[in-house]
């Protein structure tokens, strides 16, 4: 079975580093980025399945990555991530992403976000994604 | 003294001003109440006093001037006829003595003749007679038989010797009747050198004169000779020769007035004025309180006046400050409450702003240890025989716990601080209390705490978010269970207030709270419960009330208990956004 592709997008180098390889041993293809553009790039090279996305960034803001990905690739499923409270995610998730976790996350709660995610068929996602 | 006067009044004006803006007491406004109210009735009675002070003492001397000034000019008229009438007898006397000889005055036929003339001519003239220098009265004319007699004796006619011309006192002589001797002696050189012409007056034109001043019943007029005899009977002091009983007046020639007690101990205004040349002292006497009769109607008919209008003043100062202070009172009252929870607002805002920017600032380290700590965990789980395994789950698992609390903390301040959609449902709010009492029913078993329920049956469902009514209630009751003792009360009553409002009251009979605590008691981080409180139940709690639109009342006292309320609308305000 085809690995589920995700990417994870933090400035925080030490918190991807380690959730990336915590997913890989949960049988993830994980890939970090650090910044907003670092992570539109991978994404061009590489289509991931579902992006983490951490809201605030120093760059290119969380909202603006979402939108461009929504807009360029409206199939990858966006899992927000914020330090700072549901009002951040609530705004996100109006503009497509699948959903939003609060730092610092529960890894079971991401596993099911994400196969939940995984699970929702391509017709809700497209939709969704406009 | 102007210096002090002016300090006492900025002092005074400052206790107008310079109240304290958050009166702890109700005295503060009883002393204003009193400074205005004094301030008030200073400046309208001393006026209105000063005046009437002024108008009486104004009318005082008219009316008196009014009632002084005709009673002189009357005695001195009266003296003036007084004088008039004697000098014309003196003078007619005198006139005769010299006009004569001493032959013709010494005939007793001739002097008959001159008498008849002189009777006719001047009123009041008794006898005529003629007196030989040794005294002997060698002719006489008149009622009595008084020829022969000798005066040498009597004190006129010694007088009358030294002096040439003399008016006698009123005196009863030979006649026992009141009369008056004038004589004059013949001065020039020639025959009987020494002899004297002598008339008597008769004292009854005396009388005529005292009662043509037509004085009113309660008066008296009398003449006085300068050594305090009447001369003339008086009404209440004394008949003719009797001593007046009051010390004379100091001597005037000009009618002078007094305001004495008479030995009776009325009140009198005594009206005098002495003759010119003759012995004599002419005296009125009016009782005062007949005299000031218009002047006390006056003065009453004003004292009334005045008496009324102070109590009017009162009367209306004393409603309008009340109303005033009151009014002021309630203002000051409304503004205060306004401020405070202008004040209770932006506090928590800035605190709540405050709050979820600390706990996004710890949020990011702390998820960098979740996952390092997380990955720990991992590695030693899915690597099979990872040595130290049974060593680093139970840490790992303890930093994964530590990590946990932290983020519920975290969330917590957040969510105190979040701008959170309101989920709006109809709901029965007895539901919600019952849901949230479901929690602490065992603990109120286990700490034997009587709960009693008192929910109205027919209590309408509102429209509000249920979460977050959960929170505000399980809070609320929270904050009860631990201020009563084991076996203590806690009682929820839920009831309709009005046409758009429900309540709840949570009344416990713990501790209580100070007033200090009751002051900070919305305040963020402001908890009572040292070691195990955040701080943040009620300011929760309260910032949800308001969010709903709803309000909370909170009634203790120490030692006796406390008493929430939460007020909601039936429809809350969807603020969702906000």
């Not at chain 2, 008219?62 to 014309?88: C, G, W, Y």
């Amino acid at each position: 079975m085809k690995k589920v592709r995700v990417l994870l997008v933090d400035d925080e180098t030490e918190f991807v580093s380690a959730l990336a390889e915590r997913l890989s041993l949960r049988g993830f293809d994980a890939e970090t980025a650090t910044s907003g553009e670092e992570a539109l790039g991978k994404i061009a090279r590489s289509a991931p399945d579902i992006v983490l996305l951490d809201m605030l960034m120093p760059g290119m803001s969380g909202s603006e990555v979402l939108k461009r990905i929504k807009h360029d690739y409206p199939q990858v499923r966006v899992i927000l991530l914020t330090g700072r409270g549901s009002w951040d995610g609530i705004q996100g998730i109006r503009e497509g992403a699948y959903d939003c976790l609060m730092k610092p996350i529960q890894i079971e709660e991401l596993m099911q976000i994400m196969a939940s995610a995984m699970e929702s068929d391509d017709k809700t996602q497209s939709q969704k994604g406009v | 003294m102007v210096s002090w006067l002016r300090q006492k009044l900025t002092g005074f004006f400052n206790s107008l001003r310079d109240l304290p803006d958050y009166a702890e007491s109700p005295e503060r406004y009883k002393v204003l109440r009193r400074n205005i109210i004094i301030l008030m009735l200073v400046v309208t009675i001393l006026p209105l006093f000063l005046m009437g002070l002024i108008n009486h003492y104004l009318y005082k001397r008219t009316m008196q001037d009014e009632i002084v000034q005709p009673m002189k000019i009357l005695v001195n008229k009266t003296r003036h006829s007084f004088e008039v009438f004697l000098a014309e007898r003196l003078s007619a006397v005198s006139f005769i003595a010299s006009s004569y000889t001493c032959a013709e005055l010494s005939d007793e036929k001739n002097l008959s003749r001159i008498f008849t003339v002189m009777k006719k001519e001047f009123s009041g003239v008794v006898d005529l007679g003629f007196l030989d220098p040794d005294g002997v009265q060698v002719s006489y004319d008149g009622p009595y038989k008084l020829q022969g007699k000798n005066y040498a004796d009597q004190d006129w006619y010694k007088e009358t010797r030294v002096r040439g011309s003399y008016i006698s006192d009123v005196f009863l002589g030979y006649r026992k009747l009141p009369h008056i001797v004038m004589a004059v002696e013949r001065s020039h050189a020639g025959d009987c050198q020494g002899s004297v012409l002598r008339a008597t007056i008769d004292t009854n034109r005396f009388m005529e004169f005292i009662s043509s001043m037509r004085l009113d019943p309660g008066s008296d007029a009398f003449l006085l000779n300068k050594s305090g005899i009447f001369q003339t009977p008086s009404k209440f002091y004394g008949q003719v020769l009797e001593t007046f009983p009051m010390a004379l007046p100091p001597a005037s020639n000009e009618p002078n007035v007094l305001q004495i007690a008479d030995p009776k101990g009325r009140e009198v205004m005594l009206t005098y004025v002495y003759f010119e040349t003759l012995p004599f002292i002419l005296m009125v006497v009016k009782p005062r309180g007949q005299v000031m009769q218009a002047w006390y109607t006056l003065k009453t008919e004003a004292l009334i006046v005045f008496v009324i209008g102070v109590v009017v003043i009162f009367l209306v100062i004393f409603k309008l400050v009340d109303k005033l202070v009151k009014r002021l009172e309630e203002s000051d009252q409304r503004r205060e409450a306004a401020y405070r929870e202008m004040q209770e607002t932006s506090k928590l805002a800035s605190i709540g702003r405050l709050a979820a920017g600390v706990a996004h600032e710890v949020n990011n380290p702390l998820a960098i240890i979740n996952e390092k700590a997380g990955l720990i965990k991992d590695l030693s789980e899915f690597t099979p025989e990872f040595p130290l395994k049974d060593k680093l789950l139970p840490l790992t698992g303890a930093i994964l716990q530590s990590v946990d609390r932290c983020r519920t903390i975290t969330q917590r301040l957040l969510g105190f601080a979040r701008r959170m959609d309101v989920s709006i449902q109809m709901l029965s709010l007895n539901e919600v209390i019952e849901e949230v009492l479901g929690f602490l029913e065992k603990e109120a078993l286990h700490r034997n705490v009587d709960l009693q329920l008192n929910l109205a049956f027919d209590l309408p469902r509102i429209a509000s978010d249920r979460g977050q009514l959960q929170q505000v209630f399980l809070n609320i009751l929270n904050n009860a269970f631990d201020a009563v003792q084991d076996g203590g009360k806690v009682a929820i009553t839920s009831f309709e207030v009005d046409m758009d409002t429900v309540g709840v009251t949570i009344q416990d009979n713990g501790q209580g709270m100070t007033q200090e605590t009751m002051t900070h008691l919305f305040e963020p981080f402001f908890t009572t419960k040292k070691g195990y409180g955040t701080g943040l139940g009620l300011s929760i709690t309260y910032g949800i009330v308001k969010k709903l639109g709803g309000d909370i009342k909170v009634k203790s006292k120490l030692g006796e208990g406390t008493t929430f309320t939460v007020f909601l609308p039936k429809k809350a305000l969807a603020l969702a956004g906000d």
